[in-house]
């Protein structure tokens, strides 16, 4: 077949390509539901399996971490953090390390818990509405009467979702096992204008909407029923549409080693992280750090040819590195005014508003 006229050659550039190995990847759980259904409880006994290595622990305004440590064979250690968005998210960062330092030894996999994926939306839905309150506009407005609705940019709901996903992307390329546990429970069911349509109601997850597509199985607990597998991506088990499959007797280490297939060959899922550019991943770094020492670093590795960026991407790259240090000279007064701020905590902002937030969860 020869190719179109006019269509550039590319001399040099060849395919790149592998063999698929049918190997079992480690898996990204959801496990959601009621309150008191057993969530906690089935993901504080998974840490006693001999199957697997050292579990971690981030307790998100739930505060049950340290009294499960009494299950009997519970064994977890759990991560301190200050409540801050840049603390959790460097937290998972060290442990998507520890993870790949164990498998990279042979070691049993490390497990992260997440507890819970609501309160760390919820989070991040309090700080989209603080920042839409501190708006020019919505200030002027909500002047004039304090009660006033007000509109929140996209712009202000993308941030969020940015920083969700970049906790949810570490999750699913973790070398070893990830849980998100999550709140879900029965609501009225809403029309697409967001108008409660009378006598229905729906299942809803207290959560980022994509969550459940982003998880590998996703496991519903009520108390009065057996938990069932709601979706599941595997070839070992299958969940028809609308056939949730009933797990009696369940415990995590059977659905991950012996339903799922997982082992010690199991490896984290092949997803490089997609960009629309080489010069995105390098701003997302240049933001996060608060060491002018680093970021000098950085400004002079931006030219090595190993990073493969052209002429104009290294100049946009040193442009930021340079405002950012220049941001680090001089402060702003105001540390909770700017759009990055994370001066909210966690444990703070996940009790504020929460009933206002659970009709916007899913945004």
């Given amino acids: 077949m020869t190719a179109p006229t006019g269509a550039p050659n590319a001399p040099g550039i060849k395919i790149k390509t592998r063999k698929p190995t049918g190997i079992v990847p480690w898996p990204l759980l959801l496990i959601e539901g009621e309150e008191g259904a057993g969530k906690t409880y089935s993901a504080a006994q998974f840490s006693g399996s001999e199957r697997i290595g050292q579990m971690y622990w981030i307790d998100l305004d739930e505060g049950s971490a340290d009294e499960y440590a009494a299950i009997e064979g519970a064994d977890y250690l759990i991560i301190e953090h200050d409540g801050t968005y840049r603390d959790i998210l460097e937290q998972v960062e060290a442990v998507h390390a520890e993870a790949r330092r164990a498998a990279a030894a042979g070691e049993p996999p490390v497990v992260l818990v997440i507890d819970s994926g609501s309160a760390l939306w919820r989070m991040l839905t309090n700080w989209t509405y603080e920042r839409g309150r501190r708006t020019t506009k919505n200030r002027a407005l909500l002047q004039e009467d304090p009660d006033a609705a007000y509109d929140i940019g996209r712009n202000l709901w993308n941030d969020a979702l940015e920083r969700w996903n970049r906790v949810i992307y570490l999750l699913r390329t973790l070398p070893g096992i990830a849980i998100v546990l999550a709140r879900g429970k029965e609501v009225s069911a ?99 750090l608060e060491d002018k020492d680093a970021l000098q670093a950085l400004w002079r590795s931006v030219p090595d040819p190993a990073n493969r960026l052209g002429r104009e991407e290294i100049l946009t790259i040193r442009a930021a590195a340079e405002r950012r240090a220049a941001e680090l000279d001089n402060p702003r ?31």
């Fill in 333 to 363: 007064a105001d540390i909770g005014a700017g759009p990055l701020s994370d001066a909210d905590k966690l444990r703070a902002a996940a009790r504020r508003k929460a009933a206002e937030q659970d009709a916007d969860a899913e945004q």
């Fill in 190 to 288: 809403t029309d697409d204008n967001g108008q409660p349509i009378r006598n229905k109601t729906e299942w809803k997850v207290a959560a980022q909407k994509d969550l459940g597509f982003d998880a590998t199985c996703w496991i519903r607990m009520k108390r009065d029923v057996d938990p069932q597998i709601i979706k599941v991506r595997s070839l070992r088990v299958q969940v028809q549409r609308g056939k949730p499959i009933t797990l009696q007797k369940f415990s995590i280490e059977d659905l991950v080693f012996n339903k799922l297939g997982c082992s010690i060959e199991s490896q984290p899922r092949v997803m490089p992280a997609l960009a629309g550019d080489l010069v995105q991943p390098w701003l997302s770094r240049i933001e996060e």
